[in-house]
Protein backbone atom coordinates (compact mmCIF):
# COMPACT_ATOMS: atom_id res chain seq x y z
CA UNK A 1 0.00 0.00 0.00
CA UNK A 2 1.20 3.45 -1.03
CA UNK A 3 1.19 6.59 0.83
CA UNK A 4 -1.96 7.91 -1.79
CA UNK A 5 -3.85 4.59 -0.09
CA UNK A 6 -3.41 5.89 2.91
CA UNK A 7 -4.26 9.60 2.41
CA UNK A 8 -7.26 8.10 1.09
CA UNK A 9 -8.26 6.11 4.38
CA UNK A 10 -7.43 8.64 6.50
CA UNK A 11 -10.17 10.98 4.36
CA UNK A 12 -12.55 8.01 4.69
CA UNK A 13 -12.31 7.75 8.45
CA UNK A 14 -11.42 11.84 9.55
CA UNK A 15 -13.03 13.75 6.32
CA UNK A 16 -10.41 16.41 6.20
CA UNK A 17 -6.62 16.44 5.46
CA UNK A 18 -4.43 18.81 4.43
CA UNK A 19 -0.98 18.29 2.01
CA UNK A 20 2.08 20.22 2.12
CA UNK A 21 2.37 22.73 -0.52
CA UNK A 22 -0.86 21.20 -1.97
CA UNK A 23 -3.64 22.08 0.27
CA UNK A 24 -6.85 20.67 2.24
CA UNK A 25 -9.49 18.34 1.21
CA UNK A 26 -12.68 17.76 2.56
CA UNK A 27 -14.97 15.53 2.31
CA UNK A 28 -18.66 15.58 3.50
CA UNK A 29 -20.48 12.42 1.48
CA UNK A 30 -21.01 9.36 3.70
CA UNK A 31 -18.64 6.39 2.58
CA UNK A 32 -20.94 3.92 1.46
CA UNK A 33 -20.19 0.37 3.21
CA UNK A 34 -17.50 -1.38 1.39
CA UNK A 35 -19.86 -4.30 0.29
CA UNK A 36 -22.18 -1.94 -1.46
CA UNK A 37 -19.18 -0.40 -3.28
CA UNK A 38 -18.34 -3.68 -4.28
CA UNK A 39 -22.05 -4.13 -6.04
CA UNK A 40 -21.91 -0.62 -6.95
CA UNK A 41 -19.20 0.11 -9.11
CA UNK A 42 -17.48 3.37 -9.86
CA UNK A 43 -20.18 5.15 -7.48
CA UNK A 44 -19.30 8.95 -8.01
CA UNK A 45 -18.26 11.34 -4.76
CA UNK A 46 -20.67 14.26 -4.57
CA UNK A 47 -19.52 16.13 -1.85
CA UNK A 48 -15.37 16.75 -2.24
CA UNK A 49 -13.86 20.18 -1.28
CA UNK A 50 -10.36 21.47 -2.18
CA UNK A 51 -9.24 24.39 -1.08
CA UNK A 52 -5.31 25.93 -2.78
CA UNK A 53 -3.09 26.73 -0.15
CA UNK A 54 0.38 26.13 -1.30
CA UNK A 55 1.25 27.50 2.73
CA UNK A 56 -0.50 24.21 3.60
CA UNK A 57 1.21 21.98 6.05
CA UNK A 58 0.19 17.88 5.60
CA UNK A 59 -1.51 17.31 9.05
CA UNK A 60 0.34 15.36 11.84
CA UNK A 61 -2.61 13.18 12.90
CA UNK A 62 -1.85 11.65 9.23
CA UNK A 63 1.26 10.93 9.84
CA UNK A 64 1.20 9.27 12.85
CA UNK A 65 -2.14 7.25 11.15
CA UNK A 66 0.79 6.47 8.43
CA UNK A 67 3.26 5.56 11.61
CA UNK A 68 0.94 3.02 12.78
CA UNK A 69 -0.37 1.63 10.16
CA UNK A 70 2.44 0.69 7.77
CA UNK A 71 4.22 -0.34 11.66
CA UNK A 72 7.39 2.35 10.95
CA UNK A 73 9.00 4.74 13.15
CA UNK A 74 7.48 8.24 12.96
CA UNK A 75 10.78 9.30 11.68
CA UNK A 76 10.62 7.21 8.92
CA UNK A 77 6.96 7.87 7.89
CA UNK A 78 7.88 11.23 8.15
CA UNK A 79 10.24 10.62 5.26
CA UNK A 80 7.85 8.36 3.12
CA UNK A 81 4.98 11.24 3.24
CA UNK A 82 7.20 13.98 2.45
CA UNK A 83 8.80 12.14 -0.34
CA UNK A 84 5.13 11.18 -2.24
CA UNK A 85 4.28 14.88 -1.44
CA UNK A 86 7.29 16.27 -3.19
CA UNK A 87 7.25 14.01 -5.94
CA UNK A 88 3.59 14.44 -6.69
CA UNK A 89 4.02 18.32 -6.67
CA UNK A 90 6.79 18.38 -9.13
CA UNK A 91 4.22 16.64 -11.32
CA UNK A 92 1.54 19.24 -10.66
CA UNK A 93 4.18 22.16 -11.70
CA UNK A 94 5.37 21.05 -14.76
CA UNK A 95 1.42 20.10 -15.63
CA UNK A 96 1.22 16.49 -15.09
CA UNK A 97 -2.37 15.93 -12.78
CA UNK A 98 -1.94 13.65 -9.88
CA UNK A 99 -4.68 11.47 -9.29
CA UNK A 100 -5.32 10.23 -5.85
CA UNK A 101 -7.70 6.85 -6.25
CA UNK A 102 -10.77 7.07 -3.98
CA UNK A 103 -10.96 10.57 -3.68
CA UNK A 104 -10.09 12.57 -7.21
CA UNK A 105 -7.64 14.24 -9.77
CA UNK A 106 -5.56 17.33 -8.42
CA UNK A 107 -4.55 19.50 -11.86
CA UNK A 108 -2.96 22.89 -11.97
CA UNK A 109 -4.22 25.79 -14.17
CA UNK A 110 -2.84 28.37 -16.22
CA UNK A 111 -2.90 30.88 -13.23
CA UNK A 112 -0.63 28.69 -11.05
CA UNK A 113 -3.45 27.78 -8.88
CA UNK A 114 -4.38 24.00 -8.08
CA UNK A 115 -8.07 22.08 -8.42
CA UNK A 116 -9.24 19.02 -7.59
CA UNK A 117 -12.17 17.22 -9.76
CA UNK A 118 -14.43 14.12 -7.93
CA UNK A 119 -13.68 10.96 -8.36
CA UNK A 120 -15.23 7.41 -7.09
CA UNK A 121 -15.24 5.96 -4.29
CA UNK A 122 -12.63 3.32 -3.42
CA UNK A 123 -14.16 -0.12 -1.64
CA UNK A 124 -11.93 -0.73 1.30
CA UNK A 125 -12.49 -3.32 3.86
CA UNK A 126 -10.52 -3.11 7.64
CA UNK A 127 -8.99 -6.71 7.17
CA UNK A 128 -7.04 -4.74 4.27
CA UNK A 129 -5.35 -3.26 6.33
CA UNK A 130 -1.81 -3.97 7.27
CA UNK A 131 -1.42 -3.19 10.85
CA UNK A 132 2.14 -4.13 10.90
CA UNK A 133 2.76 -1.99 14.28
CA UNK A 134 0.05 -4.62 15.99
CA UNK A 135 1.58 -7.36 14.20
CA UNK A 136 5.11 -6.52 15.85
CA UNK A 137 4.03 -6.05 19.10
CA UNK A 138 2.24 -8.88 19.49
CA UNK A 139 5.48 -10.64 18.11
CA UNK A 140 7.83 -8.39 21.05
CA UNK A 141 5.60 -10.26 23.61
CA UNK A 142 5.48 -14.10 22.13
CA UNK A 143 9.73 -14.25 22.21
CA UNK A 144 10.50 -11.88 25.04
CA UNK A 145 13.12 -10.00 22.98
CA UNK A 146 15.04 -6.99 23.38
CA UNK A 147 13.40 -4.49 22.03
CA UNK A 148 9.92 -3.32 19.82
CA UNK A 149 11.23 -4.80 16.41
CA UNK A 150 12.28 -7.78 17.68
CA UNK A 151 15.61 -7.74 17.25
CA UNK A 152 18.26 -9.32 19.91
CA UNK A 153 20.87 -7.29 21.66
CA UNK A 154 24.18 -7.88 19.73
CA UNK A 155 26.84 -9.53 22.08
CA UNK A 156 29.73 -7.91 22.87
CA UNK A 157 32.25 -10.61 22.84
CA UNK A 158 34.86 -10.17 19.79
CA UNK A 159 33.88 -13.01 18.14
CA UNK A 160 30.49 -11.37 17.79
CA UNK A 161 31.58 -8.64 16.85
CA UNK A 162 33.77 -10.34 14.18
CA UNK A 163 30.97 -11.93 12.08
CA UNK A 164 28.97 -8.50 12.45
CA UNK A 165 31.57 -7.42 10.36
CA UNK A 166 31.49 -10.22 7.92
CA UNK A 167 27.89 -10.00 7.65
CA UNK A 168 28.14 -6.17 6.97
CA UNK A 169 30.54 -6.36 4.41
CA UNK A 170 28.82 -9.25 2.81
CA UNK A 171 25.17 -6.91 2.42
CA UNK A 172 26.96 -4.11 1.72
CA UNK A 173 29.14 -5.96 -1.22
CA UNK A 174 25.86 -7.69 -2.30
CA UNK A 175 23.83 -4.31 -1.97
CA UNK A 176 26.47 -2.71 -4.15
CA UNK A 177 26.12 -5.12 -7.27
CA UNK A 178 22.04 -5.24 -6.56
CA UNK A 179 21.93 -1.46 -6.69
CA UNK A 180 24.30 -1.67 -10.35
CA UNK A 181 22.52 -4.26 -11.43
CA UNK A 182 18.94 -2.48 -10.79
CA UNK A 183 19.83 1.32 -11.19
CA UNK A 184 22.86 2.33 -12.67
CA UNK A 185 23.96 -0.97 -15.26
CA UNK A 186 24.46 1.36 -18.61
CA UNK A 187 21.62 0.77 -21.22
CA UNK A 188 22.18 -0.98 -24.44
CA UNK A 189 21.51 2.09 -26.24
CA UNK A 190 24.29 4.81 -26.38
CA UNK A 191 23.92 8.23 -24.62
CA UNK A 192 23.54 10.87 -27.39
CA UNK A 193 26.83 13.63 -27.22
CA UNK A 194 26.21 16.82 -25.67
CA UNK A 195 28.28 19.64 -26.06
CA UNK A 196 30.29 20.83 -23.38
CA UNK A 197 32.96 23.49 -22.76
CA UNK A 198 34.91 20.61 -20.58
CA UNK A 199 36.14 18.37 -23.09
CA UNK A 200 34.58 15.56 -20.94
CA UNK A 201 32.61 13.58 -24.02
CA UNK A 202 29.08 12.33 -23.32
CA UNK A 203 29.19 12.58 -19.62
CA UNK A 204 29.10 16.71 -19.18
CA UNK A 205 26.27 17.62 -20.94
CA UNK A 206 24.11 21.35 -21.23
CA UNK A 207 20.36 21.37 -20.34
CA UNK A 208 18.46 20.76 -23.54
CA UNK A 209 16.65 23.72 -24.66
CA UNK A 210 12.29 22.81 -24.20
CA UNK A 211 10.52 20.80 -26.95
CA UNK A 212 8.01 24.04 -28.57
CA UNK A 213 6.74 21.79 -31.26
CA UNK A 214 3.43 20.30 -29.17
CA UNK A 215 0.90 22.88 -28.70
CA UNK A 216 0.89 24.71 -25.33
CA UNK A 217 -2.83 23.37 -24.71
CA UNK A 218 -2.08 19.49 -25.38
CA UNK A 219 -3.98 17.32 -22.65
CA UNK A 220 -2.39 15.26 -20.29
CA UNK A 221 -3.23 12.80 -18.71
CA UNK A 222 -3.22 11.96 -15.00
CA UNK A 223 -0.34 10.78 -13.29
CA UNK A 224 -0.65 7.27 -12.99
CA UNK A 225 1.61 6.78 -9.63
CA UNK A 226 2.43 3.01 -10.46
CA UNK A 227 3.50 4.22 -14.28
CA UNK A 228 7.28 3.73 -14.45
CA UNK A 229 8.94 7.31 -14.78
CA UNK A 230 12.92 8.12 -15.71
CA UNK A 231 14.06 10.47 -12.85
CA UNK A 232 17.76 12.56 -12.67
CA UNK A 233 19.06 11.10 -9.48
CA UNK A 234 21.14 14.14 -8.00
CA UNK A 235 23.84 13.20 -5.27
CA UNK A 236 26.15 15.87 -5.48
CA UNK A 237 26.50 19.22 -6.55
CA UNK A 238 29.66 21.84 -6.67
CA UNK A 239 30.77 25.36 -7.62
CA UNK A 240 33.78 26.02 -9.42
CA UNK A 241 35.14 23.99 -12.12
CA UNK A 242 38.73 23.66 -10.66
CA UNK A 243 37.18 21.76 -8.20
CA UNK A 244 34.05 20.06 -9.82
CA UNK A 245 36.75 18.15 -12.69
CA UNK A 246 38.82 16.99 -9.86
CA UNK A 247 35.66 15.12 -8.65
CA UNK A 248 34.93 13.58 -11.52
CA UNK A 249 37.58 12.41 -12.41
CA UNK A 250 37.06 10.18 -8.81
CA UNK A 251 33.58 9.55 -10.01
CA UNK A 252 34.75 8.10 -13.95
CA UNK A 253 36.73 5.44 -11.98
CA UNK A 254 33.40 4.00 -11.82
CA UNK A 255 31.46 1.53 -13.21
CA UNK A 256 28.17 3.10 -13.98
CA UNK A 257 26.64 5.59 -15.83
CA UNK A 258 27.99 8.62 -13.69
CA UNK A 259 26.86 11.90 -15.08
CA UNK A 260 28.36 15.79 -14.56
CA UNK A 261 26.14 19.07 -15.72
CA UNK A 262 26.19 22.58 -15.89
CA UNK A 263 24.53 25.07 -17.48
CA UNK A 264 27.08 28.17 -16.57
CA UNK A 265 30.62 26.21 -16.07
CA UNK A 266 30.29 27.36 -12.33
CA UNK A 267 27.18 25.30 -10.88
CA UNK A 268 28.03 21.57 -11.43
CA UNK A 269 25.40 18.40 -10.58
CA UNK A 270 26.29 14.83 -10.34
CA UNK A 271 23.65 12.49 -11.13
CA UNK A 272 22.09 9.55 -12.58
CA UNK A 273 19.32 7.93 -14.34
CA UNK A 274 16.61 5.91 -12.41
CA UNK A 275 13.77 4.45 -13.65
CA UNK A 276 11.02 4.20 -11.03
CA UNK A 277 7.12 4.25 -10.70
CA UNK A 278 5.50 7.59 -8.66
CA UNK A 279 5.20 5.23 -5.68
CA UNK A 280 8.42 3.65 -5.22
CA UNK A 281 10.85 6.59 -5.79
CA UNK A 282 11.36 6.88 -2.06
CA UNK A 283 12.50 3.14 -1.58
CA UNK A 284 15.04 3.65 -4.22
CA UNK A 285 15.72 6.88 -3.27
CA UNK A 286 17.04 5.74 0.37
CA UNK A 287 18.90 3.12 -1.42
CA UNK A 288 21.06 5.72 -3.41
CA UNK A 289 21.72 7.65 -1.12
CA UNK A 290 23.17 5.08 1.06
CA UNK A 291 25.36 3.90 -1.80
CA UNK A 292 26.41 7.44 -2.35
CA UNK A 293 27.22 7.94 1.09
CA UNK A 294 25.08 11.35 0.54
CA UNK A 295 21.44 12.91 0.38
CA UNK A 296 19.61 11.94 -2.88
CA UNK A 297 17.29 14.59 -4.67
CA UNK A 298 14.95 13.56 -7.67
CA UNK A 299 13.74 15.44 -10.24
CA UNK A 300 11.74 14.07 -13.50
CA UNK A 301 12.69 14.01 -16.51
CA UNK A 302 10.26 15.89 -19.01
Known amino acids: ?3 EHFITRFVYQFKEISLQGIGIIRLDDVVPEPDYLQKHKALPITNLHFTYKPGATTTPEFVKFYSDMRGKILSLAENDVEAY ?14 DIKGLGTISKQKDGTFVMSA ?17 RAAEQEETGSGNFYGQREPQSSGLS ?28 TPATPAGDTLSVPQQVVMPAAPDTSL ?23 ESGKDKALQ ?3 NYRKLASPITMETADSVQFTYYVILESSLQDTARKRDSLARFFARPVKLQPLQ
Not at 215 to 237: H, M
Open 119 to 135: GHFLPIKEEDMSNRFRE
Open 85 to 98: LGMALQFLNIGNPV
Open 161 to 188: KLLIAVVVLAIVAVGGWWLYQGFLKPSD
Open 247 to 249: VWA
Open 1 to 3: MTV
Open 215 to 237: PAAAAIAPLDSTRIQQWKAIFRE
